[in-house]
Nanobody
Framework: QVQLVESGGGLVQAGGSLRLSCAAA????????LGWFRQAPGKEREFVAA????????LYADSVKGRFTISRDNAKNTVYLQMNSLKPEDTADYYC????????????????WGQGTQVTVSS
């Protein structure tokens, strides 16, 4: 069992930055791919970014490419999402998720999920 806990959300003005963290407990994440997803009010959950278990490959949604960066520190059992140039449309609850080895854009392929952290971007 893997417990994931997100942190770092908050309120920020458009153009600002936030760094989300997702810490794991219960098992090492070193063999797990990690993904970030988000869900805005009234909308379906959507893929944001993912990173392979080794950190060698990353995936990004087109809407965040060039603005968001996913990274991981296996020694700290933590994955990060650096979000720059934030826009009001980035407002959502952000969730991290884990699956074995390969990164995926498909939320159905992730086994473990955190409770989410709220990000609000004001215009």
């Amino acid at each position: 069992q893997v417990q994931l806990v997100e942190s770092g959300g908050g309120l920020v003005q458009a153009g600002g930055s936030l760094r989300l963290s997702c810490a794991a407990a219960g098992r090492t994440l070193s063999t797990y791919a990690l993904g970030w997803f988000r869900q805005a009010p009234g909308k379906e959950r959507e893929f944001v970014a993912a990173i392979t278990w080794s950190g060698s490959n990353t995936l990004y949604a087109d809407s965040v490419k060039g603005r968001f960066t996913i990274s991981r520190d296996n020694a700290k059992n933590t994955v990060y999402l650096q979000m720059n140039s934030l826009k009001p449309e980035d407002t959502a609850d952000y969730y991290c998720a884990a699956r074995r080895f390969r990164a995926s854009m498909n939320s159905d392929e992730y086994v473990y999920w955190g409770q989410g952290t709220q990000v609000t971007v004001s215009s």
